[in-house]
């Protein structure tokens, strides 16, 4: 499947997005105080880093 510029635009922009989102993960639970709190950082952190090999495993495919 050949990704027209603008869609390839879009993958790479939520390819920052969701790189965004695991920092932000990450700050968040450094300065949080409330262990539930720690914790839903980290799976939100995980949930983000399987959308970033998500969208890397669609990359790779043949005619990206």
Not at 3 to 24: I, S
Not at 40 to 60: G, K
């Amino acid at each position: 499947m050949q990704l027209t510029q603008t869609e390839t635009w879009w993958v790479e922009e939520c390819a920052k997005a969701e790189a965004l989102m695991v920092k932000k993960c990450q700050m968040i639970q450094q300065v949080a105080q409330d262990p539930q709190l720690q914790q839903i950082c980290r799976n939100l952190e995980q949930t983000h880093r399987r959308h970033i090999d998500t969208i890397a495993s669609v990359t790779r495919r043949p005619g990206f």
